[in-house]
């Protein structure tokens, strides 16, 4: 069974980098056909996509914060990375990492980690 | 670029069927067949329950059904059960190419 697991500080300085690492287990981030993706729920609000990638290296970006944002994937260690730079009190949220459904469709997400909060304050 | 518009709640009695609305426009729900509808309880991480507008996951009741007309989606859950009681988002693919979400609605069952 697929399983994603959220990871990275709690707790991210305004004008900071935010930075987490999804880890998947029971399979392949490197094999196959799924993109991995990041989403974000401020709290008591709705869902935010983020962006989404494909570990052969294609990438798609929220034009909102394509700015700010880097995703990026080590197979090495079955992980992919969020890097969210200059944030503010407005990035604070639950982040979800995701795979992508089969077949290259990024836009659906089928598999989702249990989420972590991440709170920017100083 | 606006998220996707959905009633703020919706309620129903236990056994009845209930829809929920999701609108766009023609640069993500009325033009593609890439609609696809989250169940989230409290606490909880999203679970897919509907995909590419009709499409159930493996796993997922056949109490949940989709549906689109132009700019609109719907979600329709029949014989409503008290574990149904959640916050359920649409999504869609848009032209950008993005995906946007809707604001999301509450499901309260009586």
């Known amino acids: 069974q697929l399983q994603l697991r959220e990871s990275g500080p709690g707790l991210v300085e305004p004008s900071d980098t935010l930075s987490l690492t999804c880890t998947v287990s029971?399979?392949?981030?490197?094999?196959?056909?799924?993109?991995w993706g990041w989403i974000r729920q401020p709290p008591g609000k709705g869902l935010e996509w983020i962006g989404s990638?494909?570990?052969?290296?294609?990438?798609y970006y929220n034009p909102s914060l394509e700015s700010r944002v880097t995703i990026s994937v080590d197979t090495s260690k079955n992980q992919f990375s969020l890097r969210l730079t200059s944030v503010t009190a407005a990035d604070t949220a639950v982040y979800y990492c995701?795979?992508?459904?089969?077949?290259?469709?990024?836009?659906?997400?089928?598999?989702w980690g249990q989420g972590t909060l991440v709170t920017v304050s100083s | 670029q606006s998220a996707l518009s959905q009633p703020a709640s919706v309620s129903g009695s236990p056994g009845q069927s209930i829809t929920i609305s999701c609108t766009g426009t023609?640069?993500?729900?009325?033009?593609?067949?890439?609609v696809s509808w989250y169940q989230q309880h409290p606490g909880k991480a999203p679970k897919l329950v509907i995909y590419?507008?009709?499409n159930r996951p493996s796993g997922v009741s056949n109490r949940f059904s989709g549906s689109k007309s132009g700019n609109t989606a719907s979600l329709t859950i029949s014989g409503l059960q008290a574990e149904d009681e959640a916050d359920y988002f649409c999504?869609?693919?848009?032209?950008?190419?993005?995906?946007?979400f809707g604001g999301g609605t509450k499901l309260t069952v009586l």
């Open positions: 995701a795979r992508g459904r089969d077949d290259y469709k990024w836009w659906t997400h089928d598999y």
């Open positions: 029971g399979g392949s981030i490197g094999r196959g056909s799924c993109y």
């Open positions: 990638l494909y570990y052969g290296g294609n990438t």
């Open positions: 023609s640069s993500d729900v009325g033009n593609y067949d890439f």
């Open positions: 590419d507008v009709t």
């Open positions: 999504s869609s693919y848009t032209n950008r190419p993005t995906v946007i």
